[in-house]
Structures are given as C-alpha cells and as structure tokens.
C-alpha cells in the first residue's frame, strides 16, 4: 500500500488542522490557534528546542548568548494531543483495490496524523485488537515524525477478532493527557462500541468516529441461494436473497447509519460515515470540513 503523500496533497494537509471544541493547552504548547477570548500574540514563555520545531520560532538572540536553542511561545498558542485509534479486526481486511477497507483506513490515520503533526500537536496512534490496544505509535510531535508513522502503519495487519468495547477500555485506563481520540472502524462489533468510547468521554477526551465501510456492505451485489460465512467468527448462514431482502438489506444499513449517527450526536461525538468508493483524499480535505473534524 503507497503511503506517501505527494506534494500537493501533503501541502494540502497541512493547511488543516483538527479541531477540539476546548483546546486543551499542554506543558508544551505548539502551533495551535486558541479559540479563547482575550487571546493575543503577545511573547508569553520559552521552551527548549526539540526536534520538528519550526526554525522560525527559534530565538536566535538567546541562542548567541547562551549557546542552546529555545522556542518563543505566544499567549493565544496551545497545543492539543491526539489519539488516532485503528480497529484491526479482520472485517477491516475487505475489498479490492482502492476499495480495500483497510488501507483506506490506514491513508485516512496517515492523513490525520499528517494534519496533527503539521499542527505541531501531541500525536499518538493506537492499534485495536483482541480486547487490546496490541501497538501504538508516539506520542511525538512535528513533521520529522511522518516517516516514522508512515512505517508503523505499514506494519499493521487487520487478522485478529476484535472487542472495540474491551479495546477502547484499555486503552481509557492508562494515564493520558485528556485530548481528541479519533476512532475510526467499521463498528462490525458484536457488542458494539457505545460503553468503551463514553469511558474515554467520561476521562476527559473529546471524540471523532469515522464509520468506514466497502461498498458491497452498503449495497451487496448477490443473488441466489448462497451461504454466507461471517469473516470474524467463521459462522455459516444459508440464506436465498431476492430484491426484497436486498431492499431490506439495504434500508437497515441506512437505518443502523442514521441510529449511530443519533447517538454520537446525543454524546457529544463527531460522526462521519464513509463508503470507500470515495477518494480518501475528498475525506480528509472534504468530508471531514464538513462535519466540523477539521477546519
């Protein structure tokens, strides 16, 4: 799977930044713009310099007296951690192609963390398997890092049965900074997401899902007696499928759409829902400013 971005993508990307509803600033701040009244750029603190800062920020007046380098930070400038969390279920490993779910999966946590990194954010990445977080990536901050992201997420591969519920518990039990977790599956779950995403609400954390799913989940293109095999148990159902219960089929799909979507919007949680026969690069630049997960 190709991850890297070209250049015009990648200076698209980097034009964005993720948006928190309450910035929560950090010992270290970055290049975040505070949405807090009375902010101003007026010079408030120094900090050491730490690899993947912006050059520009340097002072170079202190640096020729004292020999080491620190960065100017500015009252409005406030930082924010991100927490990108992938389902690495094996009904993520579906699809041809560019429809393939997981790889788009894994360019939309690309695109992310690119927006993250650019923004000089807190990123960090966490893998979903079993009923565990089984990887993680970071935390690490500014553009230097990308290489290394690039390479954690081509090592993942979606073969394991997942607990997103037990997963997200998991991961809501180590001490972290509160900030934006961002979970992005296709919520084939047979106990649901609900109660591990509100434990993260309810440490502090804002929160983003980005329902993912092929096309042929959406509208599956079978006919006939068939016998279908459940991906991630291996259950055997015969089934014959005419119009009608493709049409069925069809409405319930949309019907368990519009209900997640209610219940993210009853919590508090930015919802986005994606057909992978959409570019990935009209998500991130498109989609996801249109439900406000970006701006």
Not at 60 to 82: G, S, T
Not at 139 to 158: D, N, V
Not at 190 to 211: C, K, N, P
Request: proline share 3%.
């Amino acid at each position: 799977m190709p991850m890297l971005f070209d250049e015009t993508t990648l200076r698209k990307l980097n034009q964005l930044t993720l948006v928190a509803s309450r910035v929560r600033s950090g010992a270290i701040k970055g290049e975040r713009r505070s949405s807090h009244r009375g902010s101003s750029v007026e010079f408030a603190d120094y900090r050491n310099y730490t690899a993947g800062d912006d050059l520009r920020r340097l002072d170079w007046n202190i640096y020729a007296r004292l020999e080491k380098p620190f960065i100017k930070l500015l009252e409005e400038e406030e930082d924010l951690a991100v927490y990108v969390l992938i389902d690495g279920s094996r009904s993520m490993d579906w699809g041809e192609g560019e429809e393939h779910k997981f790889n788009y999966v894994l360019k939309l946590a690309a695109g992310i963390g690119s927006i993250a990194l650019s923004s000089g954010d807190l990123l960090s990445v966490g893998f979903l398997q079993g009923g565990h977080v089984t990887s993680e990536f970071g935390p690490s901050r500014g553009q230097y890092a990308l290489p290394r992201l690039f390479r954690f997420l081509e090592s993942l591969k979606a073969n394991q049965q997942t607990d997103l519920n037990a997963s997200l518990r998991d991961y809501s039990i180590a001490p972290r900074r509160a900030g934006l977790v961002i979970l992005i599956s296709d919520l084939f779950a047979a106990d649901g997401y609900e109660s591990g995403l509100r434990q993260l609400l309810s440490r502090g954390h804002e929160a983003a899902l980005i329902h993912v799913l092929s096309p042929d989940e959406v509208d599956p293109p079978l006919a006939g007696d068939l016998q279908l095999v459940d991906i991630e148990t291996n259950f055997e159902q015969d089934v014959s499928v005419d119009g009608g219960l493709r049409n069925l089929y069809r409405a319930r799909v949309q019907a368990w759409i519009q209900s997640t979507q209610a219940d993210c919007r009853k919590h508090g949680i930015r919802y986005l829902d994606l057909v992978t026969s959409q570019p990935w690069e009209q998500a991130l630049l498109l989609e996801m400013r249109r439900t406000e997960m970006v701006k």
